[in-house]
């Protein structure tokens, strides 16, 4: 079975945060595939809320650790009677499970017997979009666009707005900026230090600081909250990301998933990549504000950088560099 007959529908997707937010529009793109069908997502349970922004998408959400919770999710998948698997996670555990569901038609990203339907192989460097984009276009779906727009409830919409009217923000300029990054990637952090000249510059101009992140970042936020801003640390489920980002004037971040979801709300995003690709995993429609240095030793992709390196990768990158981005973008005024 490909696109066209009717079934539930399984996707897979269990994270992380940011290739979850990169994997919404090709998701959206399975559940047009699929009008009259039940189309259910399984993911982790901290990424349900962001999925459910999919009008008309089921989400399930099951730990991904821990024997007790693989026995229930091992009994939930052969109970639905799934008519066809997309696995968009690509995992051995994405694998067991996609085989475990006996569905008619099963989609993946590599060929064997997991999968009755799998691209070609390739190893190209391509983004992660457009290997997604593969997957589907080998179950018979079409690609999703580049860029994707995700939906905000108007609830959501109006208690953000309330938020900001309560901190004095309402039709402030606002800079969303995420200092924070995965515990264990503390490679892909911008210096604090960075982010605390950069801001403070760009509060002298006139523009308000928000600092976002999740609430293992108020230590954080808390220090650079002291020089300027708002510490928003925990404020924001993440469709509610999506919601502030529209009523900002750009951001800048690390990589990381929030990165993706305000790009996600259209939102001029300057993301600071050292250990990781970027080629790979920016953020879609946003290649051109990716802030990097060019060190012999990037990417690494290791998460802690070795101490004979010194982080060049982000200690080389001055906040000199990228307010010049800022301005040439026209994002801020030149004070020269």
Not at 18 to 47: C, S, W
Not at 197 to 207: K, P, V, Y
Not at 235 to 243: D, I, K, M, N, V
Not at 308 to 324: E, N, S, W
Request: hydrophobic share 45%.
């Amino acid at each position: 079975m490909t696109a066209g007959r009717a079934g539930n529908i399984l996707v897979i997707k269990l994270g992380a945060l940011g290739d979850v937010a990169l994997a919404m529009p090709h998701i959206a793109r399975i559940q047009a595939a699929f009008p009259q069908d039940r189309v259910i997502l399984l993911t982790a349970p901290e990424y349900t809320p962001l999925a459910a922004a999919l009008p008309g998408l089921e989400v399930a959400g099951f730990p991904r650790k821990g024997f007790l919770a693989m026995t229930r999710l091992l009994r939930w998948l052969l109970a639905q009677q799934f008519s066809a698997v997309y696995d968009l996670q690509g995992s051995l555990r994405s694998r067991i499970m996609t085989l475990l569901t006996q569905a008619e038609t099963r989609v993946g990203n590599v060929a064997g017997i997991t999968y009755t339907h799998a691209p070609a192989p390739a190893d190209d460097g391509a983004h992660a979009v457009e290997v997604l984009n593969r997957v589907l276009e080998a179950g018979g779906i079409a690609a999703a666009a580049d860029e994707f727009r995700l939906p905000v409830a108007s609830a959501l919409q109006t208690g953000v707005d309330d938020w900001l009217q309560e901190q004095g923000l309402q039709n402030k300029p606002l800079v969303l900026m995420h200092a924070g990054s995965s515990p264990r990637w503390p490679s892909k952090r911008w210096p604090a230090r960075y982010y605390r000249e950069l801001a403070m510059d760009l509060a002298a101009r006139g523009l308000q600081v928000v600092w976002l992140g999740a609430y293992s970042d108020r230590a954080l936020n808390r220090t650079l909250a002291t020089a300027t801003g708002t510490d928003a640390s925990g404020a924001f489920s993440l469709p509610e990301l999506a919601a502030l980002a529209r009523r900002s004037v750009f951001a800048i971040t690390n990589d990381s998933g929030p990165m993706h979801i305000l790009a996600s709300a259209g939102l001029p995003v300057f993301a600071c990549f050292g250990p990781t690709d970027w080629r790979r995993s920016h953020a879609p429609g946003q290649a051109s504000r990716v802030l990097t240095v060019g060190v012999s030793c990037s990417p690494c992709r290791l998460p802690v950088c070795p101490p004979q390196h010194h982080h060049a990768c982000m200690q080389d990158m001055i906040p000199a560099r990228v307010l010049a981005e800022l301005e040439a973008e026209g994002h801020v005024r030149s004070e020269k």
